[in-house]
């Protein structure tokens, strides 16, 4: 055995040797590397791999070191992205790899990944009708492709497909054009007659009397991924390059002379910011009005469930076309579902009992054995509910202050483009070219970008 | 969550539908120097406080009242429930 671990760790060496020498490495501090190079040799932080994983089994998995810096805040920074979730990480992360900045912090007014991208059902897709939302969410479809690969961690991304179902001819009409739309975008939709669902998962309601299932829309580059591994291979990829991220640290307020951003005050005191870009969906309203803005958004609590542990039973997404309720399977096999939003303004991160209600009604209105599980948990997580339902990524009047946000319900499948579009606004001041359309004046144009037609009602969308 | 209507008793919030921040009642004057400018903050932007909301329900499963409750979105305790209708007219907007 031990000739065994001797033989993989002259292997592994032989592998990081290979990767990691390149001049102007050594200058930088221990263990950061700048965009796109390899770590410096030596770097205890090195690349995961399957020998890595192999070696560290034979040798009592002692190898293993924390996977992020814990670092007290500088003084001042080029950048400071408050917010430590999905989106802010993403942003840091691309930041320093993609657009080549650094001197870059993340606040976080608690632990990394501990707000909605740790709350949410987990599901990709990019299945959108609307000009300005669509070619926005395939970019993020094609970067969830790549992602694993680019930062080296298992974000278990498992494109195992998504189907909307639909009930009537007429849905099936907006399915259909829906699904042009999505092709004509560059991502893929197919149509699934009844038969073709039913093939899938023979055990749904096809033949109830007001919402017999007639099809489905398919988007088979769809899926799932562990969401907070995603959190976390952001995480750990910016600090690989050399961004702070601060933990425990709370924006208290901002401070803005002559129009422009100076910086943040935090509970852990004032941290200079050349740049700052606020990414805290749920609470946008209440930090950016340290900036004296109020906001089109509104705060709303969404509830998750998951069941106990089944057997395999959902091998991909579902959505039921006639209620609010969707439903995957987790790998442990808890079924992970969700409906619709309470509807009330609220920061509570937890719901009430009539909308548990209607979600266990949609369930069992589409697949009636669901009532034989018992359901594990519930959990809340808030919502920047937006007022036509579509985000903003968008500079803000006080100069050198940038702010996404509104994503409602749909953050988690935009992570990995909003991050990208959030970096290239902060590092070019100009919009991505596939987020020009969420603007903060679109209101006021009159160029809302409204996917279900509800207008000014938060709460609707 | 149960509201306790000024008319009809404690009623559960089921009952209702909800619109959204009580500064909804105070539409801007259409003629008035700005109003477009105006019309934007009033249809579009929120306060949207964490602590004590005022916000328009209706009793759509009741007798079809507007009322304005002031509930905290922290806790979701409802401390107080009015009439929309009072309410208007004690800004002077209602016949």
């Known amino acids: 055995m031990a000739a065994l671990s001797g033989a993989l760790r002259f292997a592994m060496a032989e592998i990081q040797g290979f990767v990691s020498v390149l001049p102007g490495v050594a200058a930088r501090p221990p263990g950061i590397v700048a965009a796109n190079e390899p770590l410096p040799e030596g770097n205890t932080r090195m690349r995961y791999s399957g020998l890595r994983v192999i070696r560290e089994a034979l040798t009592g998995h002692r190898g293993w070191t924390p996977v992020w810096r814990d670092p007290a805040p500088q003084a001042s920074y080029d950048y400071v992205i408050v917010g430590g979730g999905g989106h802010g990480l993403a942003t840091a992360y691309y930041l320093a790899k993609e657009f080549r900045q650094a001197r870059i912090a993340v606040l976080e007014k608690g632990y990394l990944g501990g707000g909605n991208v740790g709350r949410n059902t987990t599901i990709i897709r990019s ?29 278990m991304v498992s494109q195992r497909g998504i189907i909307n179902l639909f009930h009537t001819d007429a849905a099936r ?53 562990r969401h907070d591994a995603v959190a976390w291979g952001y995480a750990r990829g910016a600090d690989l390059r050399g961004v702070d991220l601060i933990q425990n ?13 100076l910086g943040v005050e935090t509970t852990r005191g004032f941290v200079g910011a050349k740049k700052v870009g606020v990414a805290v969906a749920g609470s946008s309203s209440k930090v950016m009005a340290h900036a004296g803005m109020r906001l089109p958004i509104e705060s709303h609590v969404l509830q998750a469930f998951v069941s106990e542990g089944l057997k395999p039973l959902i091998d991909g997404v579902m959505t039921f076309g006639a209620g609010h309720f969707y439903v995957s399977q987790s790998d442990k096999g808890g079924l992970v579902f969700g409906g619709d939003i309470d509807g ?19 369930g069992m209105a589409l697949m009636p054995m669901i009532g034989r599980a018992r359901l594990l948990r519930t959990w809340g997580g ?32 935009a992570t990995p483009a909003s991050g990208w579009c959030f970096a290239h606004l902060l590092a070019t001041d100009r919009p991505h070219e596939t987020a020009t359309a969420y603007r903060f004046d679109r209101f006021m144009k009159g160029l809302a970008i409204d996917e279900k037609g509800q207008g000014p009602t938060p709460n609707l969308h | 969550m149960i509201i306790n209507h000024p008319l009809l008793g404690p009623r ?9 921040d009580a500064r909804l009642i105070e539409r801007p004057d259409g003629m008035a120097e700005g109003a477009p400018q105006a019309f934007h903050d009033h249809v579009y932007l929120r306060d949207n406080p964490a602590g004590e909301h005022r916000e328009l329900w209706y009793h759509e499963q009741g007798d079809r009242s507007w009322l304005v409750v002031t509930r905290n979105t922290v806790t979701h305790e409802i401390t107080g429930v009015e009439l929309a209708r009072d309410v208007a007219r004690a800004k002077g907007r209602s016949r």
């Open chain 1, 344 to 362: 009330y303004n609220s920061y509570a991160q937890r719901g009430n009992l009539p909308v548990i209600e209607d979600v266990a009604e949609g």
């Open chain 1, 382 to 413: 808030i919502m920047d509910m937006s007022m036509d339902g579509s985000p903003i990524i968008d500079r803000t009047p006080v100069e050198g202050l940038y702010f996404n946000g509104g994503w409602c319900y749909g953050g988690f499948k």
């Open chain 1, 127 to 155: 299945n959108y009708l609307l000009d300005g939302n669509e070619p926005f969410y395939e970019f993020s479809m094609k970067l969830w492709e790549g992602m694993e690969q680019d930062f080296n961690y298992n974000a």
């Open chain 2, 12 to 20: 559960d919030a089921q009952e209702f539908v909800y619109l959204g």
């Open chain 1, 249 to 261: 640290c709370e924006v208290t307020g901002m401070r803005i002379e002559n129009g422009r951003i």
């Open chain 1, 173 to 225: 009409d907006a399915a259909t054009r829906r699904g042009n739309a999505m092709i004509l975008h560059g991502a893929d939709a197919e149509i699934l007659d009844r038969e073709q669902v039913r093939a899938m998962y023979p055990f749904l309601n096809f033949d109830n009397a007001r919402f017999p299932i007639k099809g489905a829309l398919m988007q088979r580059r769809g899926g799932t991924a």
